[in-house]
């Protein structure tokens, strides 16, 4: 081995604690950030879900009689 080599493998020796420890924070990083665009996106499909489906039942029609008010309009 290269006196480089010897010496990179005692730096990472000394510093293995903190490299494996930011190893663990960033894998639940990447957990977390994953999990929350998972839920958002299924999030998402539920809500497209939920307006596709009410989009496609009838709705209630209401019929309005204006008389009364044409009438009065009138009198005036």
């Known amino acids: 081995m290269s006196q480089e080599?010897?010496?990179h493998y005692k730096e990472?020796?000394?510093n293995?604690?903190?490299i494996v420890r930011k190893e663990k924070i960033m894998n639940v990083v990447?957990?977390?950030v994953l999990a929350l665009v998972a839920v958002a996106l299924i999030g998402w499909l539920g809500f497209s879900a939920y307006n596709s489906y009410t989009a496609s039942q009838?709705?209630?029609?209401v019929e309005i009689d204006y008389n009364a008010i044409?009438?009065?309009m009138?009198?005036?």
């Open 12 to 14: 990472e020796k000394a």
């Open 74 to 76: 009138n009198a005036l």
């Open 70 to 72: 044409t009438d009065y």
């Open 5 to 7: 080599k010897v010496d």
């Open 58 to 61: 009838p709705r209630e029609v």
């Open 16 to 18: 293995r604690k903190k």
């Open 30 to 32: 990447r957990k977390s």
